[in-house]
Structures are given as C-alpha cells and as structure tokens.
C-alpha cells in the first residue's frame, strides 16, 4: 500500500536584495499585493516577484533568563506551529485594520528589498487591497498616512486584486469574476469594462474555512493524534491532495464499498519515533551488567551513609556547645538554647547527646563494614529448569514444537482480527458521515436560517462518539513475543518456513491517518457554506442570485466570460463542477464559458505590474500633495480600482433643551436639570 509521508515544509528566510541605482534613479515602482494569506512584492520592472510570504507576525513567548524574542515576520518563521498562539495578521477577514502589524510588514519588506535610502521610499507605491474596501482603512491616520507620513512614499495608487488578475488576463469588457480568496469569495460582474458594485455579492467563505475544516474533521476521526494533526499539515493535505467532486452525494456513496474505500484511501504517515530494539545480551554480559548495577547500588549507599555521618556529627557538636554554656553557668543562655532545640531540661539534653554518639558508631561501623566487603559481587543465578521440564523423548519434543506454532497463530489471527475491526470501524464512520449530510440537507432545504450546526462544540460529539468505538492498535508486546516464537522455530524446526510471518507490525502503523471523504468534504464548503453552519448560499446559488438581477440578455453577456481567480480557484475539479451547476442552472440550450486564471495566486500581483508599467499611471497616482488637500481616504479611479465615494460629513451635535425637574431626596425637594 502507498503511504503519504508529509512533506512538513519549513519556511526559508527571505534574503536582502540589491538596491540597485537604475531602480533607484528611475523611480520604478513598488508593486505590493497585499494578500490576507500571501504578500507578494516585487519592482514593476521585474518578471517575477522578489519577495512572497505569509502575511504573519510572531512575537515569541520570553524565556527565562533570557530577552524577549526578536520579531518574527513571514518567511523568518521558520516553524509555524512552534508559535502558532503567538501569530498576529494585519487582517480582519480581507480588510486591514491593525495597522501596527501592517507597518512591521512594510518595514519587512522595504528592508529585504535592500532600500536604503535614509527617512523615505523614493517609490510610487501600487497596493492592492478589497473589493469595496471601506474607507476607514484608506484615510488619514491609517494605510494612507502609514505610508506618506511614515515612509515619506512620493504617490500611492490603489486596485482591486481579481480585478488586474481580469485585465492580465486580457478578459473581454463583459464578464463574471468568481474570486476566491482566504476569508471570503466574491461574485463580480463587470459590463462595458466597468464594475457593477451594486449587484455585487459576498461569501463568507474561503481557503481558511477550507483548511480550518480539514483540520477540525481529522481532530475529531483521531483524537488520540489531537496534536500531530496541526494546521499546518491539514493545510497541506488541502493544497496537494484534495479535490472538488463533480457530483458530490454521488461520490459520496461510492465509498460504502469497501473496496472502492481500500483502493482510493489516503493512508498518512505522521511523524513517529520509533522504538530502539537491543539485541540480546550474552549471559557473560547479563551478568557483568549485574555487577555493576551491584557496584552503583553500594556506591549510592556509602554516599548516603557519609552524608547522614557527617549531618549527626554536626548535630552532635552542637548539643555538647550546649553543654559547655551549662558547666560555664550561664543559665539564662542555656534555657535560650534548649527550647531552640525542644527540649525541657538538662536530662533530655543528655539523653539525646548519648543516644547522637551511639548512632554515630553505627554509622562509622557500617561504612567501614562496607569498605572492607569483597570487591567481587556474587550475582545469584536462578535456579536452572528441572530436568523433568525438558523434553524427554520425541513425543514430547512434538508437542512443544506444536505448542509454539499454536501460540504463534493465535498472535496472527489476533491480528487479522483487529485489522478486520478497523476496517469496519472505516466503514461505520462513513456511513455516519453519509447520514450527518443527509440531515444537514434535509435540514438546508426546509429552513436554511434555522441550520446553525457546527456552532456548538456539542454538534461534533456523535464523532466522538464513533471514535471511541474503534479498535485497539497492534501491540508492541506482541509483536516482540511473536518474533521470539518465530526465532524458537527456524532453530529447532527444520520444516519451518515462515508462513503467514507476512503479518507484521509496519512501523508507524499506529501513527497513521486514512483521509477518505475528508478531502473531498472541506473543498465542498465552497458550495456547501451551511455545512459548517454557515447561513450563507454556495458560489453556484450566489451566480444564480446574482444573474437573475439582469435582464436575460445581459446574462448571456457575463456568462460568456466567468473568470475565476484566488488562490483557491487552482483546486482540481472545481472548473468542471461550476460547468456543471451553470448548466443546471441556466435556460436549456444557453451556452456559457468558464475561464480560469493562467496563475491563480500570481495574476493578481501581474496585473499590478502591468498597470505600472502603463504610460498613463502618472493619472492614477495620488500624490502627496493630493493626500494632504484632499485627506488619507482620497484616491483615483481606474480600470482595476474600486470605485471613490467620499465620506460623509458628520451630523452637527444635535441641541437638546434643558428640562428643570423636581426630584425628592431623603424628603427634601431637589431642582435638577435633565440634558
């Protein structure tokens, strides 16, 4: 059987590129796709870009004795899951709102660019950021202000990700974006070129549900293993092994069968340490180890003896100074020093010196008793097997012979029994997993609103409990007693040829998980939201809510170009799944085209590169001067932005008169006014 060993791949720190001078005297400028799961910078004079990690930051915990851990941003992280509870993100979903961790971002990333230029980035800046993205984390005093005021930055030009990942892709002027992101997923439609917001839908769902299902599912099918399965390694599973079903109850229902359930299984290996096997030791050397052991034990002893001699000693010394204060009469002094030590009069004090002095002669005499014992140890051997034990004639020897064999086959067939009732146990969970679905629906269909599963830790509890049914593992102790049987066999049974040995522990068996439905489960959340209690629509309902917006002509111009992009959008099988619902869900005999992004993760960061390298960008940039006139949330609009609505001015404070009242406190009248 094939078995997936993780990969566990640990991040390699960014290095410092060259600031070289032609980028520095022309001016080129900075693109910055600022993904909530990805960062991706680069100059737009490049092919690629220079720098892409984790939008993340650790602070690791202070050790004692030691000074606070330094900083930790993207790519320096080397193990995730080291400092899992101590990451913090820039990030509320998709929109930035913890502009200090932003700011340690960008200091990350204009350092390892090699910018050294002293109190400023002589760079027009080109950043992504949402869609619709409220101005709040625009004006002044945030993104705006962090990169004029704090990096002295010459301009500023705004886009939306999916939408210079559209225009990269040379999409025609009509159009659906499906964008999938980390936290969310939109529905865009574009006409003429230009974005239609107010038609415009959101999901609440994206890469990170994905993930954080996968990782809650495996938890609660092997809750022993609670700790091995991290985030991490769901995310992997998620990224290189799962997929989007075309019909998924249909798929679902294949793997009741249990050979359809052995031959598309996903057996994963977690890390494990295995156990050191020593080899037998000879009985010159069993011995020899006894001896020493001996030696160590005496020598601990002798120790012990020494340190409660020398701690009587000390003891003793201090009761006869106590004597000497008595023969010099100092009585007072002397009475002092009794009740330091509890005692009532001259008689116990006496009493506990003679019966000190006789325990310091044991002691003296034991350790010389010790030091002047035979340095040889005699090890008692046990006593030899009767001969009356040993087989006698032939007959016996038979029956012993057979009696190992018996005990060797009861271990096998142990085994095969155990393997049989995980199996089973395999089975069960599928089957439990098929009706969880069927009720969740039942339950989507009746009152989506009223579908609230996965929101308690309670819901999860029947995983539980169907876990706690399963199998023992393969025990250790009977794989060493059943190497000891087969070892007694090939010595005394010639005819002995290890049949049926092929049984046998794999190492690490025990630390395996079987991922079956699983990958096929979490993507599915993509049109399935209510399967995590979700009370949102699925990509496919969401297209059809959305369609059904327009008049039927102009469905047929945005579904002649469904775009998709995100990260996400790359999962193997969505492409002819969403084919498939939009033939469901449109009028019999329309056609409709769906495209996907040449580099889902990337085209957003291309496009950006793009429109800084067109002529015109000088129109789109806001420049200093423009920021301070006109306030941080200022910005102009262009193919790939959102599109400007200033802020409102806030509402005058509204004048409400005094009213006098008369108010009774501990019977005396009070005139108080009411604002």
Known sequence: MDILELKDVKSVADIIHTYSEKIKADSIPLVIDNGSYNCRVGWATDKDPLLIFKNLIAKPRKERGKKDGELQVGNEIANIEAVRFQLKTQFDRNVVTHFEAQEQIFDYTFTHLGIDTIGSVNHPIIITEAFLNPNYSRNCKLMAELLFECYNVPSIAYGVDCLFSYHHNNCASDGLIVSIGYHTTHIIPVLDGKVDAANSRRINVGGYHITSYMHRLLQLKYPVHVNAINPSRAEELIHYHSKITLDYQEEISKWADPDYYDINILRVQLPYVAPTSTPGLTVEQQKERKRELARRLMEINARKREERLAEDEEQLNQLLAVQDILEEGDAEEFEQALKSYSLANEADLIK???????????????????????ENIVIEEKPKIKQSLQPKDQQDFDEWITGVKKKRQDILDKRIAKRQRRQDMAKRRTAAAQERMRIISQLARKEKRDDDFGMRDEDWDVYKVINREGGDSDSELEQEKLIELEDVLRHHDP???????????????????????ERLRAPELLFQPSMIGLVEAGIAETIEF??????????????????????????????????????????????????????????????????????????????RKEYEEKGGEYFKDHSSSNVFSPSPDPLPMLQVPAISEQIVVEDAIVDVEIE
Do not use: C
Not at 352 to 374: D, F, G, P, W
Not at 497 to 515: N, Y
């Open 546 to 623: 959305v369609l059904k917006r327009y008049t039927p002509e102009v469905q047929m111009r945005l579904t002649n170009n469904i775009f998709l992009t995100g990260g996400p959008a790359s999962y193997p099988g969505l492409l002819d799944r969403l084919k498939r619902e939009l033939k469901e869900i449109r009028p019999f005999g329309s056609s409709f085209q769906v495209n996907i992004a040449k580099n889902t993760s990337l085209d957003a960061w291309y496009g950006a590169r793009d429109f800084g390298l067109n002529g015109d960008i000088s129109d789109y940039l806001v420049t």
């Open 352 to 374: 506990m010196i003679h019966n000190l002095q006789a325990k310091v002669e044991r002691t003296r005499q034991k350790i010389v008793a010790a030091n002047s014992q035979e």
């Open 495 to 517: 005819e002995f040829d290890g049949a049926g040995s092929s049984v046998q522990l794999i190492p690490g068996e025990t630390h395996q998980l079987h991922v079956g439905i």
